[in-house]
């Protein structure tokens, strides 16, 4: 129990840790040998590519993620060459034995050839030609398994001499020994289709519908780079996904075989110079001689299966998605010897905040904010610096002319055209360009028949704040004026940069995203209804919205008729522009070209009479993405994606990165827990405006001893060896920010406190903290705000976690902010069947159910007042009808539209993170110089002999 002279011990001993930290002769021994942050190999062509060279920059520890593929030595990509695009890599990996280290010889390469996932994309290319990358002269058949018959060189048809007959006879041996040598060994059964052999499972040999009759090639799976361009200086660089096991079965890379083997896996690079003809531009990959020019870099994958025992002893600890990474890492560090397993799981906000308001064991919970009505002897420890981010993959994709924001036509610079095909490698956003995107303002964020002006006779949208909706980003002159070299970037990009794909459900991060934006007095006035400089104005569905949530809705009522046929519904604007499953999904589908879009198939939508929902368009393939989405910093890391420069208060546009996230958290203030409060109105030079601090918390006298020294040691493990930045199991994963000396001591202290007051009760006589006030004047910030008026926080009762206002925040400069209030909620065993039931039970993954009443282990529903088409919008967070919550957030009854049940429902599942053990829980090792040492264990002595005998006193028999 914490009595005054215990706190004060504690507050010194904080004290002396930070200091003791941060002094030479006192540090803790982390340096560990680290082959993965340091695992980049180059290899070089061969023959006529023996000037090129190839690097990945990551090949040790491999998870589900992205490695750069970069080169040098290859000529100007050309797409307007007759006989077929030049100088360009093909990218894909392959499985092998474990037994083959290295590929030095011809048979090696052949036996990779028919081991390598490629050719997924074959029916979308052979059914749309315009979709082919490479340029109008490119040949589908170059990014198939099919290898083309050589031309039949010298052959007479119809010859009758002798001498013809046998120059015939010469002609198709030719050919034969060409083909022969193209397919190298392969047989020639179903016209020169090479095989692909999964490591396990029977091969496809090419027969067949190749969409139908094909059991491993999907195209939402594949990871394959058909084009990859070089620039003028014949460098290159692109991002490549490569996968375990768990993400493609048919290579295995890191998972073992019934057998126990582990397949050995491979980066394939095959480079493609310039074609002689136009068979050999439209040659396959596999034909041998381009085959034989292909560069091979080897994989190693970490294990997929857990090195620690199962026992009957687990620790499970809820959180955030912002977290999961760092304690998946962590606990899978501390589990070899104890016998003690740790499981992280990612839930709501809601179940997190109950845990640890409810009067039983609270667990540890990973949390963002002090939690509302939490009891007086709760602890918080910070754990991490994460942040959100916007983040984007643009292929610069010219054409000679293009449409200027006026709708001028203008020529293309060469400067553009030269680089055509190179990824945009920076972008810029306002707080008013992030509140067009997210109101649906654009009118390419709704389904097609809404891409043109909205007539003025169509009653859903006569409003005139419509008149001057732009199309997308690159038709805002807003945009435009902060990204100039964008602009002129081809037509069809236009259409895919009209919205930002973001998660569904409610997460108290995604408030700071609606913070940042509202903070911003342009932003605020556009969503009140006042139009930009150009006139454009926010969707009517959404004006008037300035209260902060936590969520992203989609008002807006608009359907398309996409088909004439009664069973088939419209398309409405949720299922046009969708929702990802979380931030993880949603930079997965970036790093894959999915535009997360829905789009209607009659013949994959439709069978007898039946609608089976709307289908997914197709992904943006390389050359001609156009992917703008909300995840994390460390998300946005694994996968290989820039973030945009967001506008702070200070007036800079800043990134996410070390520096700007560091800015921003020395910008903060704390509230009366001591937990830091993030506040995107802060004017800070440098600070990144979505800093989002982590911590966990729990109430020691609700959890038992065993509890307690299982999150102690977890908890001083994240604090000293966890902090420590770097790809390997046990170190802080990239994307987030080590915690400073001053957080690291507040985590072992709050370690200690935890470990030493576990199942004791609280001090019956002790005062209870006191609710903090919801407007506390705030100290001086280290840049001030450019107004001195104080905001006015008006926060939701402790029993509602939807509101974003956080209890003892200090006040910032800036205009009215009012939290959202909370939606009523009711805990009903009984459920209407037309309503969407919602079960607060922590399971790992949720189902949808086709019928109209869906059970979801969240929020499968988009749980936003007004995600459904149809139902009215109301800016305070109602909707007017009535919700149905079975213990978690209120989720309104569907009204309006019939269809909006007809609709298929997002449906989220949440990756179940490893069990793991707690290897016996090591205080890192210090080393000390003799006088520092000597004054610190002096001052610990007299600490100690201070507050022994009355912490004693307080302490059970147990721990004595």
Known sequence: MRTPALRRARVVLAAALAVGLAVPGMTISTARADSASDSSVTVRG????????????????????VVDVSWKGL????????????????????????SLQQVSTDADRDTLRDQ????????????NASSVPGGYYASASAYLRKVVKPTLVGFKPGATSDEDKAANARALQAQHDAWALDLHGSQEANDGFVPFKPVSGTAYDGSGNSDVDNPWFDQQITNEIDYAPSAVDGTGSMPFEVQTGLENSSLGCGQARASGVVPKCWIAVVPRGVPTSRTDGAQSPFAWSVWKNAMFIPLDFSSLSSSCARSATKTSITGSPLLAAAASSWTSSLCSSTGRSYSYLSTADLIRESSVTSAKDPGLQAVTRSVPGAPSDTVYAPVAVASLSIVFLIDRYYSDLYF?????????PQDQLDHNGELVTQLKLTPRLVAKLLTQSYRGSMPPSRLDVRSADDPQHDDPNLKGARLGLLDDPEFTALNPDLAALDYQHQYSLTNLVVPFGRANEYGELWQWVLADPSARAFLSGQPDEHGMKVNPAFKNALQARDDFPKPDPWCADVDTRPAVPPLCGIDYNKYAANLEAAAIAAAKGDPKRGTFNPVDNFRADFFSGFGSAPRDLVGRRAELVLTDTVSAARFGLRSAQLLNAHGDFVAPDAHSLQAAVDGMDTDDNGVLVPDPSTA??????????????????????????????????????????????GQLPEGYLPLTQELKSEAVVAAEEIRDEAGVAPDPTSTPTPTPSSTVTRTASPTPAPQSTSRAVTPAPSSSPASTAVAGVAAKPSPSVTAD????????????????????????????????????????????????????????????????????????????KPTSLQSPVPTATATPQPEVQLVSATTPATKVGGIRFALFICLLVALLAGTTSQALRRVPARRR
């Not at 061969?46 to 993620?65: E, I, Y």
């Not at 390598?116 to 059914?127: D, E, L, R």
């Open 46 to 65: 061969s023959g006529s590519f023996a000037g090129l060279s190839v690097s990945v920059d990551r090949t040790q520890q491999l998870g589900h993620q």
């Open 75 to 98: 000529g100007q990509s050309d797409t307007q060459n007759q006989s077929g695009p030049t100088d360009y890599l093909q990218i894909m990996q392959c499985w092998s034995d474990p």
């Open 116 to 127: 390598c996932y490629f050719g997924a994309f074959g029916s979308t290319y052979a059914g």
């Open 404 to 412: 200027d924001a006026d709708g001028g036509v203008q020529g293309t």
């Open 684 to 729: 800070v030079a440098g600070a990144y405006p979505l800093t989002v601090p982590q911590y966990v918390a729990t109430v020691p006298s609700r959890i038992t001893p065993e509890e307690g020294d299982a999150y102690a040691d977890l908890l001083q493990y994240s604090a000293f060896h966890g902090q420590e930045q770097g790809p390997s199991v």
């Open 821 to 896: 209030p909370p939606a009523s909620t009711t805990v009903s065993a009984t459920t209407p069947s037309a309503a969407p039931t919602v079960s607060t039970s922590p399971t790992s993954s949720a189902t949808a159910s086709p019928s109209p009443s869906h059970t979801l282990a969240t929020s499968a529903r988009p749980s936003s007042p007004a995600s459904h088409p149809g139902t009215p919008f109301h800016p305070s967070g109602g909707t007017g009808s009535s919700p149905v919550v079975s213990g978690s957030r209120a989720t309104p009854t569907p009204s309006g």
